[in-house]
């Protein structure tokens, strides 16, 4: 475990990294790399998160191969990117932060449009985004994959990125080696859990190889799928301990599967509207239009939403643990140290608001003036991921958020938006 003082602003170490305190910006995809490359844009988001005080901030999702990615806007790791990656490191540790990647494939949600193939997943399924069906990968493809992401930890490293995140949860390539759900195979790859985790390790193996025993990995994983015949609690318990042994530094757990019960890892209002607003093509308005309130569930926002499990996880494990979902003010922040969570990780709050963090170490906040309207997610595919509701106020003139002053603190209730 990192050294636990109990207070969320003592420094803090992953690794052979050692950071200013315990507060990650986690990642959320930005839609800032147009063609897959670095923009200034994306420099200049997390410049501003690193401005604001975090330890860490977590640029989202890069794909390690062509065939991983959803979208033509998303990251691509490959010698291109690291000018640009370098440039995002150096601002980031200017302001004193220091910066993850988060390393993923997206396996059978890979667009077909973008990848020009079939997606590849552990088993042949159907791919509602991209109407196609995947393509069950051979042991061939996963020493490939397992190859791809060795290479992309090595090339952040050499970009002067600090630490990855390899992504194992949201029903990504490596959360579909892990769902029974969508492992289906018969071979030595599918079945037990045993069996299930034999890539995915393979995967942490050859990544630890490739940067070195104390080069920060963290690892997003799942707590639940969300649904009945995914991954639950129990099997996650043993991921989150095979995951120590083959050499993670920490791991993220979180819930959820973007193909399947996409709000569960964050939880609050559906913005539907919004969405459909971004699609492009009017088949996938009108999809979404009349199918989106089937598909999209809800899921109420409370603080702290993924605590009861994650503390089965604390029990299971030594390594250090980062506490994430609906962590939105000072409260939960020390909650979570008290509970023996080495780290926080924030997304809403600080889209919302960069500067929460400074806020709340100078006492003029306690608690994120975001309302998980979760219209930010929408933003993401139109133009960059921001708070609309924080740049109306400011275009309002009412400051530059809507963060609850000290002496109006209270509660979080659970959204009444949807
Ligand atoms: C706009 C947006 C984009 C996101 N993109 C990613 C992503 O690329 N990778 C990922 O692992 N999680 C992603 N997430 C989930 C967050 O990392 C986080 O798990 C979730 O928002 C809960 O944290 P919060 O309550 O602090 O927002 C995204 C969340 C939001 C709101």
Not at 108 to 136: C, K, M, T, W
Not at 362 to 367: A, I, L, Q, W
Request: glycine share 10%; charged share 25%.
């Amino acid at each position: 475990m990192a050294d636990v003082t109990g207070d969320i602003f003592s420094p803090s170490r992953l690794g052979d990294l050692l950071m200013r305190n315990r507060v990650i910006k986690t990642a959320t995809f930005e839609g800032m790399c147009p063609d897959g490359m670095v923009s200034d844009a994306l420099i200049e988001h997390h410049r501003r998160m690193a401005a604001g005080g975090v330890a860490m901030t977590t640029v989202a999702y890069c794909s390690v191969s062509l065939e991983g990615r959803t979208y033509g806007h998303q990251m691509l790791m490959g010698p291109d990117l690291l000018p640009g990656l370098r440039r995002l490191s150096d601002a980031v540790h200017q302001e004193g932060a220091t910066v993850a990647i988060q390393l993923g494939h997206c396996g059978h949600f890979a667009s077909r449009d973008v990848i020009g193939q079939e997606p590849i997943a552990p088993s042949r399924v159907f791919n509602l985004y991209g109407l196609s069906y995947s393509r069950p990968m051979t042991t061939g493809d996963m020493d490939r994959v397992a190859g791809d992401f060795a290479r992309a930890a090595s090339m952040a490293r050499e970009a002067g990125v600090d630490a990855v995140e390899l992504h194992y949860g949201h029903g990504y390539l490596l959360s579909q080696f892990l769902s029974p759900f969508t492992n289906r195979r018969k071979d030595e790859h599918g079945g037990s859990l045993e069996n299930r985790l034999r890539f995915p390790l393979s995967v942490l193996r050859r990544v630890r190889g490739a940067v070195g025993p104390s080069y920060p990995v963290l690892v997003k994983m799942n707590l639940s799928d969300g649904f009945r015949r995914g991954l639950q609690l129990l099997e996650a318990v043993q991921v989150a301990r095979a995951l120590e042994e083959a050499g993670a530094t920490a791991l993220v757990p979180s819930g959820g599967f973007v193909s399947k019960t996409p709000l569960y890892m964050m939880r609050g209002a559906v913005p539907t509207w919004e969405m459909v607003r971004v699609q492009r093509g009017w088949f996938r308005k009108v999809g979404l239009t009349l199918f989106g309130r089937l598909f999209v569930q809800r899921y109420p926002f409370s603080e702290l939403f993924f605590l009861r499990e994650a503390r089965e996880i604390r029990r299971a494990v030594a390594l250090p643990l980062v506490l994430i979902g609906g962590v939105c003010s000072r409260a939960s922040m020390d909650r979570a140290m008290a509970e023996g969570f080495d780290f926080v990780a924030m997304g809403r709050a600080l889209i919302h608001d960069s500067s929460f963090l400074h806020r709340v170490r100078r006492g003029e906040t306690e608690r994120s003036g975001c309302d998980q309207c979760n219209r930010c997610i929408a933003e993401m595919d139109a133009g960059g991921v921001r708070c609309p509701c924080a740049d109306e106020a400011r275009d309002q003139g009412e400051g530059h958020t809507r963060s609850i002053e000290k002496e109006d603190a209270a509660p979080a209730k659970p959204s009444t938006t949807m």
